[in-house]
C-alpha cells in the first residue's frame, strides 16, 4: 500500500511571522507524505522554508494566461514549487460560484503542468439527510472526469469533505466516511485508477485522526484548523504514519 497523505489547508489564515513558527516546528517524518497548502503570498516563504513537507495552492485559474486580472496560473504554482493545488473545495464551490464545469477544469489545468490536483467533493447536511451522499460524491467525480480523461486520473487525489462536518468540530463517523471511500474506490476502480488517494477532510485532529485513518478506503486527511499550528498537524502526521 502507498503511505498515508496528510495535506493541510490553511485557507484565508497565516501571516510571515506565524507561518515562520510553523515551518521552524513543523518537518518531514518517516512513513507518512506530508504537504501544506498555504496562500498565494506566502508560496515563496514556504518554498524556501519547508523541510521535507511538499507545497501547495488552494486554488488555481483554470487559464493559462492574459487578462484574467486577480488570477494565478498552474504555471505560475508550478514556478514557484508547487506539487499540489486544491480543487473544488466547497467553500469555493458555495463562496465563489465554482460549478463542476470550473473544477473540471482548474483540474486539468493543474494536470497540464504536471500538478497534482487534489479534487473536493462531498455532500451537504441537507444532501446527506435526504439519502444522496454518494450521489453527491459521483456527480462531483463525473464532472471532473468528463473534462480530464480516464487516463489522467490516475494523477489526482481526491478528498470527500461532507460539508457539514468541515469546521464544525464534528468530523464524520469512521464507518459514515468509509462507506462513501468504498464507494469513491469502487467508482475508481471502474475507471482503472484504484490506487488514486482518498483523502478525508472534516474536522480531523489529532485525536480523531488514527481512527480514521485506519480504515482501509481512507488514505489519508485534508486538514483545515488543526494544520494551522506545527504541533497539531505533525501529531496528525504522525498518526497517518503510525497507521500506515
Ligand atoms: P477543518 O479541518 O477545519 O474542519 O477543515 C477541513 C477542510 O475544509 C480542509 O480542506
Known sequence: MTQKLVVGNWKLNGGLAANE??????????GVDAAVCVPF???AQAAARLRGLALGAQTVSEFQSGAYTGEVSAEMLADLGCRYVIV?????RALFGEDDAVVGRKAAAALRVGLTPIVCVGESLAEREAGRALEVAGRQLDAVLAVIGAQALARVVIAY??????????????????????DIRGWLVGQGAAAVRVLYGGSVKADNAATLFAA?????????????????????????????
Open 21 to 30: 513558527a510553523f515551518f521552524g516546528a513543523a518537518g518531514a517524518l518517516a
Open 41 to 43: 503570498p506566502y508560496l
Open 88 to 92: 473544488g473545495h466547497s467553500e469555493r
Open 161 to 182: 469533505e461532507p460539508v457539514w462536518a468541515i469546521g464544525t468540530g464534528r468530523a464524520a463517523g469512521v464507518d459514515e466516511a468509509q462507506a462513501v471511500h468504498a
Open 216 to 244: 482501509p478506503d481512507i488514505d489519508g486527511g485534508l486538514i483545515g484548523g488543526a494544520s494551522l499550528a506545527a504541533r497539531d498537524f505533525m501529531a496528525i502526521c504522525q498518526a497517518a504514519a503510525s497507521v500506515a
